[in-house]
């Protein structure tokens, strides 16, 4: 069964570009991974999302290799409002394996 | 565009008592998940409902169960509750069939005396 495995926790500075990787060694071929963030007692909020290669909006970037073993979400210049835990999911609703496999969050704090 | 909603914010019980949680998705989406988030810990998968059916369930006992409506709100009822039962109930919702990103709402918080 497919897993996922990220650090517990990160520490960073303002201004710092944060990585948190998240491992995901049986991947399936239809699967994507998505990135999520969560304040206290708050539903996680979307940040990105990607199958492959380089995504990059406004609020972060992800990176995934060719294997797609793991994938490494990337904040630049964080803030401390970016203080929050983040929560790696590899899935898809496709086809017959509808499996979503969250990771346990990686809780970032931010300090000044 | 309105986000997902929940009903209640909180929600207080006792042990035996039976809980029912709501959830209102995004317009337009079809597909309802329910997770389970005790204090300090990752989000535990309980339920999803896609077009009124139940498409998967977590691993949690027959007592944890729910329904989709055709306007494809969602109910999540939880019978004979429990003291562990206590967390912070999410409901996420997504919409057409090809898109993966799931939309959380702001969680209905359970407390069991």
């Known amino acids: 069964l497919a897993k996922t495995t990220q650090p517990i926790s990160m520490d960073s500075y303002e201004g710092q570009e944060v990585n948190i990787t998240c491992s995901h060694n049986?991947?399936?071929?239809?699967?994507?991974i998505t990135w999520y963030q969560q304040f206290p007692s708050q539903g996680p909020r979307f940040i990105i999302q990607?199958?492959?290669?380089?995504v990059t909006n406004e609020v972060a970037s992800l990176f995934i290799p060719a294997d797609r073993k793991s994938s490494t979400l990337s904040l630049p210049r964080v803030s401390l409002s970016d203080t929050a835990v983040y929560y790696c999911?590899?899935?898809?609703?496709?086809?017959?394996?509808?499996?979503?496999?969250w990771g346990l969050g990686t809780s970032l704090a931010v300090n000044p | 565009e309105a986000g997902v909603t929940q009903s209640p914010t909180h929600l207080i019980k006792t042990r035996g008592q039976q809980a029912t949680l709501r959830c209102s998705p995004i317009?337009?989406?079809?597909?309802v998940y329910w997770y389970q988030q005790a204090l300090g810990l990752g989000l535990q998968f309980l339920l999803w409902?896609?077009?009124?059916?139940?498409?998967n369930r977590g691993n949690f006992p027959p007592r944890f169960s729910g329904r989709q409506f055709p306007n494809y709100s969602s109910e999540l009822n939880v019978n004979a509750l429990e003291l562990e039962d206590s967390a912070l109930y999410l409901c996420?919702?997504?919409?057409?069939?090809?898109?993966?990103?799931?939309?959380f709402g702001p969680g209905t918080r359970l407390l069991v005396l």
């Open positions: 996420a919702s997504r919409g057409t069939p090809t898109q993966e990103t799931q939309y």
């Open positions: 317009s337009g989406h079809t597909s």
């Open positions: 409902y896609d077009e009124g059916e139940e498409r």
């Open positions: 049986n991947i399936a071929t239809n699967d994507y």
């Open positions: 990607g199958y492959k290669t380089k």
């Open positions: 999911l590899v899935g898809s609703h496709a086809g017959n394996n509808r499996k979503l496999i």
